[in-house]
């Protein structure tokens, strides 16, 4: 199935990393932005999430919301949203209904082979309910950022510059050792005394002859 700029938004309901379950119909006044993305914690999905955890705050000074969705296990996602620090809900749709829905779910090129697979896509849906722009395929590089300039554009507010969460501290390094005292060098032993050499006797001085 195709998805259009225009038509009403597929409506679903999922499961959620953040416990229970997430309902579009329950955001109407609010823009979401819904991606899909094939896997949790493999390298392109990585960098995508990180990327829209890092534009939360912008996309929250615009009045939006951002969700991922995938067909991976709500046990999975919260391995992932804890591993990376991901401050938005991951959805499962682990039969795949909302994929299909949304024009997610289809053949694709994996490593030059042919396959059927989730499609990495992207849509917004406005506070009407309808789609508002749709990215069919998605490229990782930028993107989060071409979601939030869209979403300016469409609100016609000023697009704000993305300010990536800290990392959490690293624990800190442990002093530097203190250096170690030279080892005190160790006191030559004594020499045994010589052993005295026996006195010299005199000899008897010789008897003169007369």
């Not at 299909?100 to 053949?107: C, K």
């Not at 050792?177 to 010789?206: E, L, R, V, Y």
Request: hydrophobic share 40%; net charge positive.
């Amino acid at each position: 199935m195709t998805l259009t700029v225009g038509q009403p938004a597929p409506s679903f309901t999922l499961p959620s990393s953040d416990g229970g379950t997430f309902a579009l119909d329950d955001l109407h006044g609010t823009i979401v932005v819904v991606y899909f993305y094939p896997r949790d914690n493999t390298p392109g999905c990585t960098i995508e999430a990180q990327d829209f955890r890092d534009a939360v705050p912008a996309l929250k000074k615009l009045g939006a919301i951002v969700v991922g969705i995938s067909k991976d296990s709500i046990a999975s996602h919260c391995k992932f949203r804890d591993k990376y620090h991901l401050s938005f809900p991951l959805l499962s749709d682990a039969d795949g209904h909302v994929l299909e829905a949304y024009g997610a779910w289809g053949d694709k090129m994996m490593y030059g082979k042919p396959m059927v697979g989730v499609i990495r896509s992207t849509a917004i849906i406005g506070t009407d309910g309808t789609v508002v722009r749709h990215w069919p395929k998605v490229s990782v590089k930028n993107h989060a950022a071409d979601v939030v300039a869209a979403i300016a554009e469409l609100t016609g507010q000023k697009a704000p510059k993305a300010a990536p969460e800290k990392p959490a501290a690293k624990p800190a390094k442990a002093a530097a050792k203190a250096k170690t005292p030279a080892k005190a060098k160790t006191k030559a032993k004594a020499k045994p005394p010589a052993k005295a050499k026996p006195a010299k006797t005199k000899k008897p001085a010789a008897k003169r002859r007369r």
